[in-house]
């Protein structure tokens, strides 16, 4: 359990550190480097964790199975532990934008092993340490979590169904006890891991099975549906450029107290939406969520529409920045971002789910390069206006989306679930 929830503190360190540093490299007086960063090079610092990301996602799943989830899971520390140091003792750009590269390439092969919350907290953290310490403190900081991760999975064993894939029973057997308890009786665990092993062994999907039934291409429809506008909604614009965009605002606030009010506005959110998410409706959850949201950009971008035009007007109201974007990531956290992919666990059959997994994080990763890549040049051409406004806009259609052709799942069965999407959309 602590190695989890270290490996999902690394993910979030990794994946928030931009908000916090790209502030200090675009200052002289805080920067490692010799030159002050543009704005193009900020983007390509933002964005080329997607990159890697997508790099490391692909080979995780095969490493799983070959060497081990211990090893694989342990092996991420490496590219994490890289990364930090190139960035602490970076130089030049290219340094950092190597360092970006490996965080990836870690990220992408363990962000579906942990858990939501710890990851929320690794954010909250590069938040709070960004804000007081400075560029290079901030870097050792991170880097300390995956080296305590490292080490703390030398004390771990091999998960039960790797050894029982491997015919190593009586292996099996000790870590089951060994994760349970003594006194614990593991047979029907271990029949029920072997019984799962032998299913996916006997039931290896292809891509023409993913698409051999009208509810599974509507399943599909759905899933990279739900990506696509996870990601277009901008999310991730906010949460790797979240102190530049406060700064933007012009809030009498300091920008990094900003970022680290909305980090811990998003742990908050993230410990209680796991008890929502079993009460409520998937597809109502969905709806607020995007509707909310919705809302919240369209009011950033007349914020600084009006900034822009008259920056007298906005007096008094640099509050308003602040509790949209608080207000975005709680809506966020409750609907858009755990839902898409509960959702896709409900609606594919265990023999596929690993495939419509790999081409819904795959997405996610372009989507993620896309957004974090663009932001700022959308800034420069659209305004900081233009570019909330145009996440409002796609937020809204996949308000649509929701409402049109997302089915209901909660308390129904796979069979249920099946026969609805077999149906079609409007049925």
Do not use: H
């Not at 010799?34 to 995780?60: N, Y």
Request: net charge neutral; with cysteine.
């Amino acid at each position: 359990m602590v190695s989890v929830t270290l490996g999902a503190f690394a993910v979030g360190t990794s994946l928030s550190w931009t908000s916090p540093a790209l502030p200090l490299l675009s200052n002289s007086t805080t920067s490692p480097l010799e030159e002050d960063i543009t704005d193009d090079e900020g983007m390509w610092i933002g964005s080329l964790l997607a990159i890697g990301a997508l790099i490391g996602a692909f080979p995780a799943g095969y490493l799983a199975d070959t060497v081990g989830r211990k090893l694989t899971l342990a092996g991420l520390a490496l590219p994490f532990i890289l990364s930090w140091l190139l960035i602490i003792f970076a130089n030049s750009i290219g340094m950092i934008y190597s360092a970006r590269i490996f965080a990836g390439i870690a990220t992408g092969g363990a962000l579906g092993s942990y858990f939501q919350l710890l990851l929320t907290i690794g954010i909250l953290f590069s938040y709070g340490v960004g804000a007081f310490l400075n560029y290079t403190v901030l870097g050792i900081s991170c880097c300390i979590i995956p080296i305590i991760y490292l080490a703390v999975f030398f004390f771990m064993p091999e998960t039960p169904s790797f050894l029982l894939s491997k015919g190593k029973r009586s292996e099996a057997i000790s870590t089951l006890k060994w994760f349970r308890g003594d006194n614990y009786d593991v047979r029907s665990e271990l029949c029920k891991i072997e019984e799962e092993i032998t299913e996916a062994r006997e039931n290896k999907a292809t891509f023409k099975d993913l698409i051999s039934s009208n509810a599974n291409i509507n399943a599909l429809v759905i899933s990279l549906g739900l990506m696509l506008f996870q990601q277009l909604s901008g999310i991730n614009a906010v949460i790797f450029y979240t102190a530049s965009i406060f700064q933007a605002a012009g809030s009498d606030l300091d920008s990094n107290v900003c970022a680290i009010i909305v980090g811990a506005v998003q742990v908050v959110v993230t410990y209680f939406a796991t008890l929502l998410v079993d009460l409520a409706g998937r597809k109502i959850l969905l709806l607020i969520s995007s509707g909310v949201m919705c809302v919240c950009l369209n009011i950033l971008g007349f914020y600084f529409y009006m900034k822009e035009k008259d920056e007298s007007s906005v007096q008094g109201l640099d509050w308003v920045p602040l509790v949209c974007v608080c207000v975005y990531i709680i809506c966020f956290s409750l609907g858009f971002g755990p839902l898409p992919w509960m959702m896709m666990s409900e609606l594919f059959s265990n023999s596929i789910k690993g495939l419509a997994s790999g081409l819904a994080v795959s997405l996610n990763w372009i989507l993620t390069f896309v957004v974090t890549r663009t932001f700022v040049d959308i800034i420069a051409k659209m305004g900081t206006d233009g570019a909330f406004w145009l996440f409002g806009v796609i937020t809204a259609i996949g308000f649509l989306f929701v409402c049109l052709l997302v089915k209901e799942t909660k308390g129904k069965s796979f069979v249920e679930i099946q026969r609805m999407l077999g149906k079609g959309f409007f049925k």
